[in-house]
């Protein structure tokens, strides 16, 4: 099993950033990808960005590339999100994500085995 608890989500406004960070433990081998998905109310949960731990690879949805931040610590098995230039649309539970990603989708939520609890992110106008 794959431990993952999410922090830094809250309230900002447009323009504003905001920092979430995903702090992995357990089995942490039984992943080699780390994503952090978003959902809003009445909405699918979709990808937002994703790194590959091992080669570092990123990945990034078109309405985050330029504003958004993946990185990761290995020493601290903490997987960071920085969110610059928030928009009112990027309001969702945004939650961390762990799995072992192989010729699958790293957008896809069915790709992942284990989630964290979620972090709200309120952008206000």
């Known amino acids: 099993q794959v431990q993952l608890v999410e922090s830094g989500g809250g309230s900002v406004q447009a323009g504003g950033s905001l920092r979430l960070s995903c702090a992995a433990s357990?089995?942490?081998?039984?992943?080699?990808?780390m994503g952090w998905f978003r959902q809003a109310p009445g909405k699918e949960r979709e990808g937002v960005a994703a790194?590959?731990?091992?080669?570092?690879?990123?990945y990034y949805a078109d309405s985050v590339k330029g504003r958004f931040t993946i990185s990761q610590d290995n020493a601290k098995n903490t997987v960071s999100l920085q969110m610059n230039s928030l928009k009112p649309e990027d309001t969702a539970m945004y939650y961390c994500?762990?799995?072992?990603?192989?010729?699958?989708?790293?957008?896809?939520?069915?790709?992942?085995?284990?989630w964290g609890q979620g972090t709200q992110v309120t952008v206000s106008s």
């Open positions: 994500a762990a799995g072992f990603l192989w010729g699958v989708a790293w957008y896809r939520p069915r790709s992942y085995n284990y």
């Open positions: 790194i590959y731990t091992s080669g570092g690879g990123t």
């Open positions: 357990g089995n942490t081998y039984r992943s080699n990808c």
